[in-house]
């Protein structure tokens, strides 16, 4: 959880990232999940520290529908060229 839990919308807390890059390093074989600010500006950085699976509701849901689907090709572009 990159944003304090209860609503969308919140500040991405980069802080927390260790934590990901933690687990990815124990359990190397393991889905990792983000929810929490994830969008065009911090996927890299959320990609960078081992998460394979994104939650980024505010992210998608925020631009026009005819937006979307290019936002969510770019997210998991990013992710998947993470190789995990």
């Known amino acids: 959880m990159t944003v304090n839990p209860g609503f ?3 500040k991405f807390m980069a802080s ?3 934590k ?3 687990v990815r390093d124990r ?3 393991l889905n990792i999940e983000v ?4 969008g065009p500006k911090t996927i890299g950085q959320v990609a960078d520290s081992g998460a394979n699976v994104i ?3 505010s992210a998608v849901f925020g631009v026009p529908v005819e937006e979307r689907g290019d936002l ?7 992710v998947e ?3 995990r």
Request: net charge positive; aromatic share 4%; hydrophobic share 35%.
């Open 72 to 78: 969510v090709k770019m997210l998991r572009e990013v």
């Open 35 to 38: 929810d929490g600010g994830v």
């Open 55 to 57: 939650v980024a509701g």
């Open 8 to 10: 969308g919308g919140q």
């Open 81 to 83: 060229g993470k190789g």
């Open 16 to 18: 927390e990232l260790p």
């Open 27 to 29: 359990y190397p074989h």
């Open 20 to 22: 990901v890059r933690a």
